[in-house]
Structures are given as structure tokens and as C-alpha cells.
């Protein structure tokens, strides 16, 4: 976060406020939300749109970070297997294709699993964008891959410490969803540090990761 921090006063002045929201598809699911200010974190877990929205809005963010697909694959306007636009979309975009040339795992956007999430991140981000938010794409497993931090399944505990190395103030009582929706968030803070690559295409929409050279 040193290395974060000097080049994001230098940009801005400040430390930015950035909202990292590990979305899940299906409200019922816990959503893990994380506020952060330079190493201080408030996190904890939601589950409706409105909660999420009114958490986010009361922390005041300069940017929000939703680790959930927010956009369609081309061709694509709606998200089920049934809608016509299948016939002619695909169901991968190509900042998928990227990961996957990287040797990074992601899922399609629009398998069947990841139908609600990708609808539902859609719903959230344009909510957001409508109350004057800038609100940006991440992928916290493709960002732990590139910043060497254990992904959750692998080494959760791991996963704390890269964070907590990273300068976040960790707690052992963090779930899995809070420490991903703070990795969100650091993908955020290298976006506004200008530390970050956006891979996709003008015409399906761009997912930030981190470009990390130390």
C-alpha cells in the first residue's frame, strides 16, 4: 500500500474512500462489502440490492469496484439461454478470452450459473453510475493471481496475509467474501493510481486488473 499510496497522493492529494463489493448472484447469498480509506476497512456482509446500495451510499466513495461481470458478450441483450440474442452471441467476452490466454481462470459471463450474477451486476453498476458513482469492473481472483496472493479456495488464511501486506488492516474474522470484496477494492486503488490495465473491448465493456511491475 506504500507504493499505492505515494502515487495516489501525488495524483490526487488524498486517499481515496473505494467500495469493493464481492457480489453474489442470488440475494439470499451473503454479498461481501468493504469500505476502505488507505489501510482502515470496514467490511461486512449484505444481501439485497437495497441494502448494498444504501451501504455503498452512505460511505461516499469516489469509486466502487464489483467484482461481477458488467457487461453482455456482443451480440448479447439479455442473459438467458432462451432469449433470441443467443442465436448470434456468444456467451464469453473477451476480456475472458485475455484471462484465459494468461493462464488466468474466469468463468463466461453467461454460463447458467453465472446468469443472475451477471444481471444482477448490471442492475447494481448502473444504479450506482445513475447517483453519480464511478463504478469499475474487477475480478479479485484474476488481481491475486497477478499481485501473488493466494485466491480463497486455495489458502484463505495466505489470502489474509497478502492483504494485510499489502497494507489492509486484516481481521481473522473477515469471511472469504469480505477479503475478496477488499481485494476489489485494491483493484481499485491501483485504478485510481493509475496502476492498471483494462482488458475487454469498446463494444462489451472492460475489466480492470492490476498492472504490478515490483
Request: glycine residues 10%.
Amino acid at each position: 500500500m506504500d507504493l499505492i499510496s505515494r502515487r495516489l497522493l501525488k495524483r490526487l492529494g488524498h486517499m481515496p474512500v473505494v467500495v469493493g463489493i464481492d457480489l453474489r448472484g442470488m440475494p439470499k447469498n451473503p454479498t461481501g462489502w468493504a469500505r476502505c480509506e488507505g489501510p482502515s476497512v470496514d467490511s461486512r456482509t449484505a444481501h439485497s440490492d437495497g441494502e448494498i446500495i444504501e451501504l455503498t451510499l452512505e460511505a461516499r466513495p469516489e469509486l466502487v469496484s464489483i467484482d461481477a461481470p458488467l457487461s453482455l458478450p456482443r451480440g448479447r441483450v439479455g442473459v438467458s439461454d432462451d432469449s433470441p440474442c443467443r442465436a448470434k452471441g456468444d456467451i464469453v467476452r473477451d476480456a475472458e478470452r485475455i484471462l484465459w490466454s494468461r493462464g488466468i481462470r474466469a468463468y463466461p459471463p453467461l454460463i447458467r450459473h453465472m446468469q443472475g450474477l451477471t444481471k444482477r451486476g448490471i442492475s447494481l453498476a448502473r444504479t450506482l453510475e445513475g447517483a453519480g458513482i464511478t463504478v469499475i469492473e474487477s475480478y479479485p481472483g484474476a488481481a491475486q493471481d497477478i499481485l501473488g496472493i493466494p485466491r480463497k479456495r486455495l489458502d484463505l488464511n495466505g489470502l489474509r496475509r497478502g492483504l494485510r501486506e499489502f497494507g489492509f488492516a486484516t481481521s481473522p474474522d473477515w469471511s472469504h467474501d469480505e477479503l475478496d470484496a477488499v481485494t476489489s477494492a485494491l483493484v481499485g486503488y491501483f485504478y485510481c493510481a493509475d496502476q492498471y490495465e483494462a482488458i475487454g473491448a469498446d463494444d462489451e465493456g472492460y475489466m480492470i486488473i492490476p498492472r504490478w511491475t515490483a
